[in-house]
């Protein structure tokens, strides 16, 4: 994985494809971790994930 690439997105993106990612965490688990709306983790997630698709 390139690392960089993570760490460049903003931290509530990272947080979220982390969580759920990495992490394998379910979006119910990652948004009471976060703090936030289930439906706002999972669009986090899937755009980080898609941006760091593009830059590969």
Request: proline share 5%; glycine share 4%.
């Amino acid at each position: 994985m390139q690392y960089h690439l993570l760490a460049s997105l903003p931290a509530a993106r990272r947080e979220a494809f982390i969580l759920t990612q990495l992490l394998g965490l379910p979006y119910a688990e990652a948004a009471e971790v976060s703090d936030c709306p289930i439906g706002t983790v999972r669009s986090r997630a899937r755009a980080t994930l898609m941006d760091l698709l593009d830059e590969e």
